[in-house]
């Protein structure tokens, strides 16, 4: 920890050297993040690097008897979430339903045979294949741990709504792993 307490320090001073050492330190944190909410990793990337550079500019603000971890990962979720905010159909993909227009589920599904079947590799394709909005509140909801009210906050839109496209995200997840998982029963016959 005290490594990190210097390597912060000379940042702070706007050494290039330290910089870069900092980028390498948070890069495998910060990449799982964004490899969850963009389509490529050309895009994660990119995505990092915004977020990057945010944490250099407010390194001053950052709170040293917190963890270092935890406030580059708010910071990255932020910057994932406003330049969500700034896609044009942004609106669009969170138009207000109702829980009553989602189908139910038509196929049974085992959680834990699917995780006896599919890997993580799998399940992150899966995840990337959501319509945006889906894709969105499902990695807040899942992976980040925001409430709804949260994330309605975050992205401006209503609880209901955020409920809704979780649902929506479950419900298709849920049909995609029972297609992959009947295409592994099918190979194993």
Partial sequence: MTDLKILIGKCKNKDIRAEYELYKECFALLIGICKRYTINKDDAVDMLNRA????????????????????????????????????????????????????????????????EKLDAIDILKEIKRLPQGCKEVFNLYVFEGLSHQ????????????????????????????????????????
Avoid: C, G
Avoid at 54 to 67: A, G
Avoid at 73 to 98: P, Q
Avoid at 156 to 171: F, G, P, Y
């Fill in 52 to 115: 990057f550079l945010k944490i250099l500019n407010n390194l001053k603000k950052y709170d040293e008897n917190k963890p270092f971890d935890k406030w580059v990962k708010s910071i990255m979720i932020n910057t994932i979430i406003d330049e969500f905010r700034k896609a044009k159909n942004y609106k669009e993909l969170f138009s207000k339903v109702s829980l009553d227009d989602l189908p139910l589920s038509k196929h049974p599904f085992d959680l834990n045979e699917a995780e």
């Fill in 150 to 189: 949260e994330i309605s906050k975050s992205l401006q839109i209503a609880e209901s709504t955020s409920r809704w496209h979780l649902a929506k995200a479950r419900t298709r997840l849920k049909e995609r792993f029972t297609i992959l998982l009947s295409s592994v029963k099918i190979m194993a016959l």
